[in-house]
Every structure is written in structure tokens, then in C-alpha cells.
Nanobody, 127 residues
Framework: DVQLQASGGGLVQAGGSLILSCVASGFSFDDWAIGWFRQAPGRKREPVSCISKSDGETYTIGSVQGRFSISIGNTKNTLLLQMNSLNTEDTAVYYC????????????????????WGKGTQLTVSS
């Protein structure tokens, strides 16, 4: 049974930094692609970043490139999202997701979504 749980959200001032974590179970990061998505109030869900350990691929959307960094944590099956230079546009519920179909690229997943989703964590950036 695949489970994903994001945590680490909170209230941050603009310009600040935060690290989100996602603890996963029921599958191995060696075999799946995993990623972050977000949904702001009144807006559609949008992709943030993806990593596929099996082929070493990572992909991050343009609006957060240079500010956000996805990585796999030292603790087994933990996904991280380092977020720097936060602004109010980053306010959203952040979700981690995973997919076993690693024959697709991260760009595919960020466009079409992933098969398994966890509950999100709220990030609020104040001005």
C-alpha cells in the first residue's frame, strides 16, 4: 500500500526559506519517480519538481528554478524540497506524489500528474 505524507509547511516571511519533507512507504525510491506539486487557493494544481532516481533525472519548473531544489533525504524514502527566496506567489498547499511508470520522464509527470498522492502541507508566505 503506497503512502505519502508531506510535512514542514508553515508561515514564512517573504525572502525566507523552508524545507518540506515527504515520507513515503510501500515502494522504493530506486524504482519510482517522485515529485512535488502545489495548489494555491482558487487556482489549478501546478507542478513544482520531480526526481527519478533510476535514471538520475530531475526537473523543476521555470518559475521556481534557482530557488527550489528537490532531493532525496538521508533517511530512507524521504523526499525533500528546499525552498529559498520565498514570495507570496509560493503560498499553496504542497503535495508529494509518486509513480511507478519510470518509462515516462519527469516532464511527463509534471504535465500529467502522478498515480499516487499524499496529503498536502500548507505553506503561507507573508509579505
Amino acid at each position: 500500500d503506497v503512502q505519502l505524507q508531506a510535512s514542514g509547511g508553515g508561515l514564512v516571511q517573504a525572502g525566507g526559506s523552508l524545507i518540506l519533507s515527504c515520507v513515503a512507504s510501500g515502494f522504493s525510491f530506486d524504482d519510482w519517480a517522485i515529485g512535488w506539486f502545489r495548489q494555491a487557493p482558487g487556482r489549478k494544481r501546478e507542478p513544482v519538481s520531480c526526481i527519478s532516481k533510476s535514471d538520475g533525472e530531475t526537473y523543476t519548473i521555470g518559475s521556481v528554478q534557482g530557488r527550489f531544489s528537490i532531493s532525496i533525504g538521508n533517511t530512507k524514502n524521504t523526499l525533500l524540497l528546499q525552498m529559498n527566496s520565498l514570495n507570496t506567489e509560493d503560498t499553496a498547499v504542497y503535495y508529494c506524489a509518486a509513480d511507478s511508470r519510470t518509462y515516462y520522464s519527469c516532464r511527463y509527470y509534471l504535465r500529467y500528474g502522478m498515480a499516487s498522492w499524499g496529503k498536502g502541507t500548507q505553506l503561507t508566505v507573508s509579505s
